[in-house]
């Protein structure tokens, strides 16, 4: 059995596996360590020799740290209320408009993501904070629902990422470089999530009545009670750019903020503290466990050659690179029916970063054409949190709004997926806009 005819049986037990729902990092190194052992014909010494180094290979590094940093950042922000404060923030300034609160909500879950760094975590946060509000304001289920399960992808596109520190691990990228390339990508998809309200409401006036307006008073008050967290972003992120700072040591940094500024608004006791604690700490477990799995699914793959010819074929087939790239996207908007948005990332990027780092794309020098493929990566595996029949995002959000129906939701979410496509192919045809901030200040 060749190679390569190997690989493939080891995708297609890992698909298999994977519709019995066995968790994702179990699936891989299972996968994984089946391949190896049928590479070297059984031999149980070299496995036992590679397995003994590959758990300290992985968690030893450094980058890693960052990680169980950002997720406290998060648990800080949503036990300490931070979240409420960034919604009454925006929807002071723009409640009065039509579709201002869904438009607030949007805004709040980019600010909220800027110091969460997970999707899901911004989704379920900011849904308890806006669908109150929204449903005393008499908004539709559709657009209520719809406006946050897509709001809620921003926080993985606004940095800090999880899923970016991870592709900067696998493909020895640097995190900081990274961030910067994310944030114009992560502020079109705010400000196109805003605009896809805007025309909702003004063709169906009563999806989004106006709010009241707030008085001036009110705003200020709202805006002084965001500036501590407005302040420990631009700490964290201007850190980071500016090189005083390497990624784990502003994520340290970030978090400690964060957990201060939660007990000291009295948003936070200890309860919440020990909660944060074990809810970070129980995501960083899954998130190295997965990474295990795909490190042990990467070795197996990497005996049998599978990347490496895959990359050749394409590189030597005549296929237009665009036409390459945008058949991994579609691979990727399909593997979102499937897994989650971590899973996509380890399981594919070790196959196709090859094949796209073998072919020319509009001039980009190597270390351009990966920071833009990691950019363009995030922005498609966020769509599958988004669409059926996994969309994890709209389950949360639909859990919350106990009274909508999930079709209402899926219905209310595919103007917004309208939104991501527009966003995508501008930034697969203008790889500049990406690199823009990473050119200027990236050094």
């Not at 998060?74 to 919604?87: D, E, K, M, N």
């Not at 997970?118 to 005393?136: D, F, H, I, N, Y």
């Not at 691990?169 to 079109?188: C, D, R, Y």
């Not at 399981?347 to 190597?366: A, N």
Request: hydrophobic content about 55%; overall charge neutral.
């Amino acid at each position: 059995m060749s190679g390569i005819a190997i690989g493939a049986t080891m995708f297609a037990v890992l698909l298999v596996l994977l519709v019995l729902r066995v968790h994702i990092g179990i699936t891989m190194f299972l996968v994984g360590a089946a391949g190896y052992l049928t590479m070297m014909g059984g031999e149980i010494t070299p496995f036992l020799n590679m397995l003994k180094n590959l758990a300290y290979a992985r968690l030893s590094n450094y980058d890693l740290a960052v990680i169980p940093m950002f997720l406290l950042m998060g648990q800080f922000a949503t036990h300490g209320g931070l979240s409420r404060a960034l919604f009454r923030c925006v929807s002071s300034l723009v409640g009065h408009w039509r579709g201002g609160v869904a438009i607030a909500s949007t805004g709040a879950c980019a600010g909220f993501g800027a110091i969460c760094g997970s999707s899901l975590a911004t989704a379920a946060t900011m849904g308890q904070v806006a669908l109150p509000e929204l449903k005393r304001c008499n908004y539709s289920g559709a657009l209520s629902t719809g406006a946050l399960a897509a709001g809620g992808t921003l926080g993985i596109l606004i940095p800090p990422s999880v899923p970016l520190v991870i592709y900067a691990v696998l493909t020895q990228e640097s995190i900081g470089k990274l961030f910067m390339a994310a944030v114009l990508p992560g502020l079109i998809a705010m400000l196109g999530y805003m605009l896809v309200i805007r025309i909702i409401v003004t063709l169906k006036p009563e999806a989004g009545p106006a709010g009241p307006r707030v008085p001036l008073a009110e705003k200020l008050r709202s805006i002084a009670n965001v500036a501590p967290v407005a302040l420990i972003f631009l700490v964290v992120i201007v850190g980071i750019y500016g090189g005083w700072a390497n990624p784990t040591e502003a994520a340290s940094i970030g978090a400690a903020a964060c957990g201060i500024l939660a007990v000291v608004s009295g948003g936070m006791r200890a309860e919440g503290i020990r909660e944060s604690v074990l809810g970070a700490a129980e995501a960083t477990a899954m998130i190295f466990l997965v990474l295990l799995g795909a490190d042990m699914l990467n070795t197996g793959l990497a005996l049998t050659q599978m990347p490496v010819e895959l990359a050749n074929w394409v590189k030597d087939s005549g296929l237009s690179p665009l036409l390459v790239l945008t058949a991994i996207l579609l691979v990727y908007v399909f593997l979102g029916c499937v897994m989650d948005a971590l899973a996509m990332i380890l399981l594919t990027i070790p196959i196709f970063y090859p094949m796209v780092m073998g072919l020319e794309f509009w001039g980009l020098t190597p270390d351009e054409k990966s920071i833009w493929f990691g950019i363009l990566v995030l922005m498609v595996v966020e769509i599958g949190l988004v669409h059926p029949p996994v969309g994890m995002n709209i389950y949360i959000i639909n859990k919350a709004a106990k009274d909508v129906p999930l079709t209402d939701t899926f219905r209310g979410v595919m103007p917004f997926l309208a939104s991501d496509l527009v966003r995508i192919t501008l930034l697969l045809f203008f790889p500049a806009i990406t690199l823009y901030l990473v050119r200027t200040f990236g050094g």
